[in-house]
């Protein structure tokens, strides 16, 4: 049977407010059956900020994180050759959704064509996929809307310019053209200004920075502060002379920072919920050098959320005067000084009356939450307070963000469910903190109620005596480990609670662990079957172990494995399970 390929949508959201992505663009991001974006380590993406609007519950993610951005590289091939590599895996794993039939919508900031990352996976797929392009608003034209006046007319040509292209070049450029927009500044900007000056155009040219964006910036060229200058912004030479008052100095439209959410980066959803504000600027179209000046010069897309800031990012200079503050009382905002810390904390499996009173606080006393989308959300929004959400396959770039983030003085916490120590992100976060890097933040644990103990709960005292915790994914370790350790523990007669038993692409480890299991113990061990339990679907059933089908355990599920000594009593209503505290005879 031939199966029908999936479609690649390159999408164009625009320069930052989610209200200038397209209508056919939000179409094709609710109805995509896979979303994928881009970002650097600490694994937040300008371009799924935007999109969040516009997702629906439910569907695939695909975060493709760069291997390096603005740091150096081990790899053999240099800077060029890991980004290369990382091209190539980016397009294996799209490509693998849509020879499966499944619709991928890649996410571009800006224009797909216009300095993105889109351009690279579409020359590697679109020869094998069918690949449709939704254009955009580009950075050019919102930073032309923020000043408010024409950018070209009559016979006069426009020139988009990079800001890491050679001074001298740039200045013979400048001097010969009508109209100019710069792009990719940062760290290039005294070489721009530099150039302006020369080519006799800086008193004609203005900045405009997180152009469409509560917080958009807009000055005359010359006077801007040259180390405040994120990568995310634009020049702006206008080709006609301007007739009307340009809006230099102010940010238009701007409120002071206690009366609207907006000063803080957050805009209502129309829910009454408060959504991150993606922090695009000018310049933000879809890609980013990743180095600049004589470092020479690749290209990436978005890398960042406004939710928060950090080094390891595309545009490590995006918030370069923000990371340093913090929200204050009232969710105002307030210099931030010194080394933070890090906070990794348990919610507990799902109810949150099973939340601790000291991870409570440690929550309401953030200035950033990190952690899995699905943990983040269980926590209240708090104004002022930024998250950090990312998919559940990034410990280590996740544990490297709090700290980044802890280092430039934010109160951090790492999320996690049930216990952080249980196969949660304690140990990532404890990990990385062992590099010379981290030496000054300080990391704390608070621990919470573990996923094994609140099923245990909902039938008595399963894990009564001894017991072991075995996570059956083969994701971080071989399956022939856990194999062997299955049989080590039910060869030692103790109770098992079975963590990560399945998921929607493992699905053969169950049965396999049932046949380990049977060699050792009888049939008519009883095994708990704990579902959602703490959230609203759950559901608890102990059968015996000769009769589990591994059809009906999934990734939500966790098992308790009886030993000898577990007996149930009751009815099969309410059974009751315990494993006596000594052994008869």
Known sequence: MTVRTGKLWGVGLGPGDP???????????????????????????????????????????????????TETTDHPGGYQGAIDEFYAAAAERLGAH??????????????????????????????????????????????????????VEGE??????????????????????????????????????????????LDRAYYVERASTGRERVLAAGDVDESQVPYFAITIVPGPEPTTVLPVGKRPGAISS??????????????GVAIAEPATAPGADGDLPARDGDRGAASRDDGEWTTATSGLGPSSALEAHDSRREPGPGGTVQSRTGTGEVVVVG??????????????????????????????????????????????????????????????????????????????????????????????????????????????SRVGAPLGHDYATIS???????????????????????????????????????????????????PDTPVVLGRDVGGPQESVRVVPLGELDPAEVDMRTLLIIGASTTAVVGGDDAPRVFTARRYHG
């Open 347 to 456: 919610l507990g499996p799902g109810d949150t009356a099973w939340t601790t009173p000291e991870v409570t606080a440690a929550l309401a006393a953030a200035t950033d939450l990190v952690g899995y989308t699905t943990y983040i959300d269980r926590v209240p929004m708090r104004t002022g307070q930024r998250r950090h959400a990312s998919d559940n396959r990034v410990e280590s770039e996740r544990a490297a963000m709090a700290l980044d983030l802890a280092a430039r003085g934010g109160r951090v916490v790492v999320v996690s469910s049930g216990d952080p120590g249980v196969f949660a992100m304690a140990a990532a976060v404890l990990e990385e903190s062992a590099g010379p890097q981290w030496a000054g933040v300080p990391v704390r644990v608070l621990p919470g109620v573990t996923a094994a103990n609140a099923v245990a």
């Open 258 to 271: 206690d009366e609207s959410d907006t000063a803080h980066g957050l805009h209502s959803a129309g829910s």
């Open 156 to 201: 006069q040509v426009l020139t988009v310019l990079p800001g890491t292209m050679a001074p001298e070049e740039l200045t013979r450029r400048l001097a010969a053209g009508d109209a100019a927009a710069i792009m990719k500044l940062g760290r290039t900007y005294p070489a721009v200004r530099k150039a302006l000056a020369d080519s006799g155009r």
């Open 98 to 151: 849509l020879a499966a039939g499944r619709s991928v919508a890649l996410l571009a900031a800006g224009d797909p064509l216009f300095y993105s990352s889109y351009m690279h996976m579409h020359r590697r797929l679109a020869d094998r996929f069918e690949a449709e392009i939704i254009p955009g608003i580009t950075s050019v034209s919102a930073a032309t809307a923020a000043l408010g006046t024409p950018l």
């Open 19 to 69: 209200e200038l992505v397209t209508v056919k663009a939000a179409r094709i991001i609710a109805e995509a059956d896979v979303i994928a974006f881009h970002s650097a380590r600490h694994g937040r993406s300008i371009s799924r900020g935007i999109a969040e609007p516009y997702m629906r519950p439910g569907q695939l993610e695909e975060h493709l994180i760069y291997p390096v951005t």
């Open 472 to 522: 059956l994914s083969d994701r971080l370790k071989p399956w022939e480990v856990v194999a062997r350790r299955l049989a080590a523990v039910a060869a030692a007669d103790m109770a098992i609670a079975v963590y990560n038993p399945a998921s929607s692409k493992r699905t053969w480890q169950v049965g396999a662990m049932k046949d380990i299991l049977l060699e050792h113990r009888a």
